[in-house]
């Protein structure tokens, strides 16, 4: 035996890549705010869709998330001060970083989409490797924040659906637009011939948007009322250039308004065939991310003539037989009004003599109109500032005169003059417009708001003392953001959010709400008593316009892609379109 004394037995010496950080990791803050971050961006979309809260959580939940993080790891995860700094080094560099090497879609979704990716990618990647070395765990994590910034290099956004999802491409595929300019002819379409006579209008026709009374509302009119036995055949269908607006149709034309490439196009097509007759174009492009690109307007026939406004303000009067132009002002200009966040969207009013737009310029320069023979200005009028309805000619409590809403509300003027007759206060909050049309029964108007504000029904009344307005009803059962609804047998049938409702014209209380059509448009066929739904997915839908409950006659996918228009049925034909295509039905009985 050894007489050497005992000593205690030698620690095993560790490599530097197993030591461990001076204390263990404290991950559980890091991923509550993680769940909190991702039920302020996902939570929102489902109790509160299209509203404004749903928007504000999205965009400040990760903002308000990242900086928690960082304040977490930076003072309360227990990492050595030196990979503390590395790690969050390579988060915040490789987030500049991916700002100027992203497409030009994409700097906005960083923020929305961006920063929830690599925060919940920083916290799960610390979970799912805890039984990793800390050098693996820590080198790894740098590799996958500067990987999930990466992704966002490598897409495109192609805007959002009416819930803010989003819609993304790899950024090098071509897009809609794209393909639909490789596919045309490279020669110009050539000009029409001066035609014989002026194009007029005749019994059937939709001069513009949603009809001769802005209604959505089809009388003495009867179509196919069994879609599910007898889907209606397709006539035509071919790809369009972007754009929201939909179609005025006169005899065997269509005309509507497109983005192609650089120029902003007013485009007359044939209804039997789709085959383009003639087209306009200005050396205008507006685009944003929401959307996408192209003019948000309908074009609106009267005498003849095509009365076109663009998306940045520009009016233009065209000959409607050959494209020709009349003339052509820019509104924008000379009312002062900025170009809207989406897009001007007003579809000209043709009453009597004068055309109408809605551009909300400031200085009581909300609506702005022209002499439609010569397009010499005429008046301006109303307060509001922000604003994407269309004007409209109605005769409420027995007077013709032209509504508009605007953030400030409701506002009357004389057609000839200008002059206001009366105002319905109703104000929005800072950056807030109005979308959908105003509906008239006598002296009775429904006006409705989105984002989570409801509908009010308003009683105009007229003596020999002046004009004046008082509630009937306000209710929270009707929503329409950009929705128009239409009315039947004393009911209201439209979107209230993401959801087809039916709701009491004496009360506004809802009476059935079903159909998650998304936020699409909805066409009134009132003798049959059918409504004609088109999707925010681009399907046609017959709905029984009912208050006994929601009925579906059938229905079929009409066009791909994200659709906001609203649907024509015109002398038996349906006619859609959204930013990408276009198609023609039969829905004769």
Not at 203 to 218: A, K, M, Q, V, Y
Not at 386 to 392: E, F, H, I, K, V
Not at 404 to 430: C, E, F, H, I, N
């Amino acid at each position: 035996m050894s007489d050497a004394p005992d000593r205690p037995a030698e620690a095993p010496v560790s490599s530097p890549a197993t030591i461990p950080p001076a204390r263990s990791l404290r991950l559980w803050p890091g991923v509550v705010i993680v769940i909190l971050e991702l039920t302020a961006v996902f939570v929102p979309s489902w109790v509160a869709p299209a509203t404004f809260a749903q928007f504000m959580a999205m965009f400040w939940g990760p903002m308000i998330a990242s900086a928690l993080l960082a304040v977490w790891w930076m003072f309360r995860s227990r990492v050595d001060w030196g990979d503390k700094f590395l790690v969050l080094s390579a988060a915040v560099l490789g987030g500049a970083a991916t700002t100027y090497l992203v497409d030009k879609t994409v700097p906005f979704g960083l923020l929305l989409y961006g920063l929830p990716t690599v925060t919940t990618v920083w916290v799960a990647w610390l979970l799912v490797t805890s039984p990793l070395v800390w050098t693996w765990r820590r080198n790894g994590l740098c590799a996958a924040i500067l990987l999930s910034w990466g992704y966002f290099t490598l897409v495109r956004f192609d805007g959002t659906y009416g819930e803010l999802q989003s819609q993304m491409s790899w950024r090098w595929m071509p897009t809609a637009e794209q393909k639909f300019l490789a596919a045309k002819p490279n020669a110009p379409t050539p000009a029409a011939e001066a035609a014989a006579e002026p194009l007029m209008l005749s019994e059937g026709d939709w001069p513009g948007f949603r009809g001769p009374e802005r209604n959505s509302r089809l009388d003495g009119v009867t179509i196919n009322a069994d879609w599910a036995a007898k889907p209606p055949p397709l006539v035509w269908k071919q790809r369009i250039g972007p754009g929201w607006g939909s179609f005025a149709v006169v005899g065997d034309r269509l005309f509507t308004q497109e983005q192609r490439g650089e120029n902003e196009a007013v485009v007359c097509y044939s209804a039997a065939d789709g085959a383009e007759l003639w087209v306009h174009n200005d050396a205008v492009r507006f685009e944003e991310v929401v959307a996408g690109a192209g003019p948000r307007a309908t074009p609106t026939f009267a005498e003849g003539r095509l009365f076109a406004f663009g998306a940045k303000g520009l009016l233009n009067c065209l000959d409607a037989a050959t494209g020709a132009k009349i003339w052509s002002r820019d509104v924008a200009a000379e009312t002062k009004a900025a170009t809207p966040q989406w897009g001007f969207s007003s579809s000209p009013l043709v009453a009597g003599d004068v055309v109408v737009v809605l551009p909300a310029g400031p200085d009581d320069h909300t609506l702005a109109a022209y002499d439609a023979a010569t397009g010499e200005p005429r008046w301006n009028a109303a307060k509001g500032v922000y604003s994407y309805s269309s004007p409209q000619m109605l005769t409420v409590a027995g007077v013709p005169q032209v509504l508009s809403m605007s953030d400030q509300g409701l506002d009357a003027v004389d057609a000839a003059t200008g002059k206001a007759l009366w105002r319905y206060a109703w104000a929005l909050p800072a950056g807030m417009g109005r979308i959908v049309q105003p509906y008239v029964d006598g002296d009775r108007i429904l006006v409705g708001t989105g984002q989570g504000i409801g509908s009010k029904l308003i009683q105009v009344s007229h003596s020999e003392t002046g004009w004046s307005t008082t509630d009937v009803w306000e209710s929270k059962d009707l929503k329409p953001y950009y929705n128009d609804f239409v009315v039947l047998d004393g009911h209201a049938y439209g979107f209230d959010h993401n959801l087809f409702a039916c709701v009491k014209w004496a009360d506004g209380k809802r009476v059935w709400k079903k159909g998650r059509y998304g936020f699409g448009q909805v066409l009134l066929v009132a003798d049959q008593k059918l409504l004609v739904v088109l999707t925010e997915t681009g399907e046609a839908v017959l709905v029984s316009a009912t208050p006994d409950g929601h009925v579906e006659l059938g229905r079929f996918q009409a066009i791909e892609g994200k659709t906001w228009n609203h649907p024509v049925i015109v002398r038996g034909r349906l006619f859609v379109r959204n930013g990408e295509e276009m198609a023609c039905y039969d829905v004769t009985p």
